[in-house]
Structure formats: C-alpha cells, structure tokens
C-alpha cells in the first residue's frame, strides 16, 4: 500500500496527493464537496490524498481545470513520486540481498568449482549469485520453496532456510535438463529390493549403480557438498517435464544417515509427496512421519523390529546376526536403536561405515 511520504534513510517520496489535500484546505471544504467540484468520487478524493491511489490522466485533466496547474504539472508529480517509490524500493532490495549475502558462505562457491578463486566484492558477490541461482532477487531465498519436499534436520531459522534454498537452487540447475525419462513409480517399486541390496556394497561399487538405476526410474540423483548453516540432508523436486530430483548432501554421512535420509526422499516421491505447506505444521508432519516410516519399514518391517527389541539384548553379536538376516547393514539397526533410545548416540559406532562419495 502506498502512503502520501514514505522515507527510507535519505530518501524520501512525496505523494501527489499531499498537494490535493493543500488545495482541499486551502477552499475550506469537505473532500465530498472537492469531488463534487472535480468530477470525481469522494472515495477517489479520499485514496489519493491517503497515497493510496495514483493520479490518473483523467484526473490530472480534472485538476488542472479547477486549479489552473498544468496537466503536466500533475503528472510530472507523479511520475517523480513513482520513480522515488523505485529508488526507495531497489535500496531497500540491495539492502536486503547485502544481509542475505552476509548469511551465505561464498567460499563454498570456490571450494567447488562454482565461480572463480578470486576476491568479490559485496556487490559482486550479490550478482553471481543470482546468475548463478538463476534468481533476481537474493531476499526470495528467505522464503520457503513451496514447491520442493526437504529434510531438514534441524529447526528453520533464517539462516537454515536461506542456505537450504541455495543448495536446492543449485541442485536443481544441475538436475533439471538431465533427463527426459518421466518419473514411474512402477519402475522404483521394480527396483526397490535391488536398491536395498546396493546398501551392502562399497560406495563406490553402489553409488554408480545407484543413479543409473535412479534415472531410468526418471529420478535425478544430485549430490553436492554441504553448505554451512543449511542443514539439509536430502529434498526431492518434481520438474515440469516429469523428472524428479532427488538431493542428497554429504551432511552426517554415516552409511545409516545416508541409506535413511535416501530412502526416506525416495519415501516422499514413492508417494508423491512434492508439495509442502509449512504453514500447516499437522500436514508438514504427517508429511515427514509417512516418508520415515517408509524408510524404517524398508529396512526393517515393523513387526520384526518389535520383536527383536523386545528381547532387549543389544550386543554387537545380536545386532549383526539381526542385520544379516534382514540383509541390511548393522550400522542401519544401530542408527534406527541409538534415534528410539535403546541404546546411548555413542554405544556401538564402530558397527556404522563412513562414506567418502565423490559429491560433484
């Protein structure tokens, strides 16, 4: 909503109306009876001189015959008040995109190949960025993409939901020209338990089969480095074309951190999960529990893992004989004992594999 001043630092914008509202005194009448005089509404009187409405060609007309100041003269007012109003805005914009710069580690962007090893200054940096995220406006990565499903491991603050935005930014420019093969979920189901099995193998020996059976399910596998503050493990995106992204970060890679943030993005494409409303806190989070429970029950179906528990036997003998009849990884049993509280976050580690993936 406009105003008849609107100040920003040392810029300050008068509307036209303010002058209107002179002239109104000046005669020593009502802004009905201006109205009357002018031709005009009392509700148009009254929203210009509040600031909220422009001065029109035809109003500009109008007042230049009861005033006896030139059309020109009016509309010169308010193209002066229009092109301040922009000035105040683009400030205001740099302003904000400086404060977003700031939350943005800009030497990942190096570190990984991104843009040149080089000094940037502010406004520098501010501008690859947006070419670089194909964005015109760094303020919009404070916002939630609405459109994208991610998990995110920590509470959202501005700082998360920025640098989470910049990787998905990222990801999705390397994702979504990479194939024309359409998402179907019949060919994920298909390839579920080979999935499953590929958990056992060494990352490099999986890893490679693992986006090549992905993309012909019509799902991109990205991987990328982590950014600092974005605390995102995995996000999946549907694009227009019907290929579905799939991001996974090398964030707390432990082989039980990897395989269930994956299964559990692939829980949210597997059943089409791609739209959030963070505003609706119930939905969010029958959102996450369905796509957890996917992961959990693919590695472990609930009824097993119920039983073995209840024997509360927790050795490192019972969780890899329990493993090895699932098939899975032990680290995968840990992981899933150490998040429900059987057994302490530092108790039986050494039963989990690190990953060194090669995140390009």
């Known amino acids: 909503m406009m105003s008849k001043e609107v100040e920003y630092k040392d810029l300050i914008a008068f509307h036209p109306g303010s002058y209107v509202e002179d002239i109104v005194e000046e005669l020593n009448i009502t802004q009905a009876e201006f109205a009357d005089r002018l031709g005009t509404s009392s509700k148009t009187v009254s929203k210009i001189i509040n600031g909220e409405d422009n001065i029109s060609n035809d109003i500009a007309n109008k007042l230049s015959k009861v005033t006896g100041i030139s059309v020109k003269t009016w509309m010169n007012l308010q193209e002066k008040y229009d092109l301040k109003i922009l000035e105040i805005q683009n400030q205001q914009n740099a302003d904000e995109e400086e404060e977003i710069c700031k939350l943005i580690d800009f030497g990942y962007f190096k570190r990984n190949g991104l843009v040149d090893d080089r000094k940037y200054k502010t406004e520098e940096k501010i501008s690859v960025l947006r070419k670089l995220l194909n964005i015109a406006d760094l303020s919009s990565l404070s916002k939630f993409n609405a459109l994208v499903s991610y998990r995110n491991t920590k509470g959202f603050s501005e700082k998360t939901i920025v640098n989470s935005n910049v990787m998905l930014e990222i990801a999705m420019n390397k994702a979504r020209n990479a194939t024309s093969n359409k998402y179907q979920k019949s ?12 958990s056992l193998e060494k990352a490099e020996t999986f890893y490679p089969r693992l986006k090549e059976i992905l993309l012909e399910c019509g799902i991109v596998l990205v991987a990328l480095p982590m950014l600092k503050n974005a605390s995102l493990n995995g996000a999946t995106k549907k694009f227009k074309n019907g290929s579905v992204m799939l991001l996974i970060t090398d964030r707390n890679k432990k082989s039980d951190i990897f395989w269930f943030t994956l299964i559990h993005e692939l829980g949210h494409i597997y059943c089409e ?34 039983n073995f528990v209840s024997k509360n036997n927790f050795t490192s003998e019972s969780i890899l004989d329990f493993a090895s009849e699932l098939g899975i990884l032990p680290g995968i049993v840990v992981g899933r004992l150490q998040k429900e509280k059987y057994i302490d976050y530092n108790k039986l580690n050494f039963l989990k594999s690190a990953y060194t993936i090669n995140f390009v």
């Open 273 to 306: 999960d791609f739209y959030s409303n963070y505003s609706d806190s119930e939905a969010y989070r029958t959102k996450e529990e369905r796509a957890d429970k996917f992961a959990s029950d693919f590695f472990i179906p609930e009824k097993t893992y119920q």
């Open 187 to 198: 060919k994920l189901e298909h390839y579920l338990p080979q999935i499953k099995k590929l």
